[in-house]
């Protein structure tokens, strides 16, 4: 499994756009960047998820180098709901298998 | 949207008591799961189920725990003897298949063992 390296912690204000990287260096060719987010006591939710160049969706955007090794998610002009902790995992391709959670980033979005 | 629905929300048990956690994954999912946070730790995988068997299970799942598909609907994971180390939040999830991994967890059922 792909290790994943992420900021422990980041404050943001309301309103600007915020960007988590994510470094996994020995990546797969199999393997899927995936990103969660959770709020306390509260299951994690997916957020979006990618394999190369650029993934949009509505809540959020996953960029990803031509080599993989490293991704960011970036949310745009954040509001005070979106603190939470937020997870880059790494997700092997070839079948439903676990999720391995890390400690994830700790975003706090600041009034 | 759909919903990955556990009960009960929160759970107090003495120890070594049996606790059944009860799930209703979303209906057109082929893949459970249950995982467990212990407050203020990561998130860890205990098992996943697909076909009506274990298909991955973790060094956490051990003996005292054991997963069922009774109905064709609810998803459980039950505790036979319950330690002080087994309180956590523990979170049902369920995908549909092999090349969806946007998983979606429940809420979660706070396992307290007193």
């Known amino acids: 499994l792909a290790k994943t390296t992420q900021p422990i912690s980041m404050d943001s204000y309301e309103g600007q756009e915020v960007n988590i990287t994510c470094s996994h260096n020995?990546?797969?060719?199999?393997?899927?960047i995936t990103w969660y987010q959770q709020f306390p006591s509260q299951g994690p939710r997916f957020i979006i998820q990618g394999y190369k160049t650029k993934v949009t969706n509505e809540v959020a955007s996953l960029f990803i180098p031509a080599d993989r090794k490293s991704s960011t998610l970036s949310l745009p002009r954040v509001s005070l709901s979106d603190t939470a902790v937020y997870y880059c995992?790494?997700?092997?391709?070839?079948?439903?298998?676990?999720?391995?959670f890390g400690s994830g980033t700790q975003l706090t979005v600041l009034p | 949207e759909p919903e990955v629905t556990q009960t009960p929300s929160h759970q107090v048990t003495q120890m070594g008591q049996e606790v059944i956690l009860r799930c209703v994954p979303i209906s057109n999912h082929l893949y459970f799961y249950w995982y467990r946070q212990i407050l203020g730790q990561k998130v860890e995988f205990l098992v996943s189920f697909y076909n009506n068997e274990i298909s991955e299970k973790s060094e956490i799942f051990d003996d005292q725990f054991s997963v069922e598909r009774p109905d064709g609907s609810n998803f459980t994971l039950k505790i036979r003897s319950t330690k002080l180390e087994d309180s956590a939040m523990y979170f049902c999830?369920?995908?549909?298949?092999?090349?969806?991994?946007?998983?979606?967890f429940g809420s979660g059922t706070r396992l307290t063992v007193v």
């Open positions: 995992l790494v997700v092997f391709s070839g079948s439903a298998r676990q999720l391995t």
């Open positions: 020995n990546i797969a060719t199999n393997d899927y």
């Open positions: 999830a369920s995908s549909e298949g092999q090349r969806d991994y946007g998983y979606t």
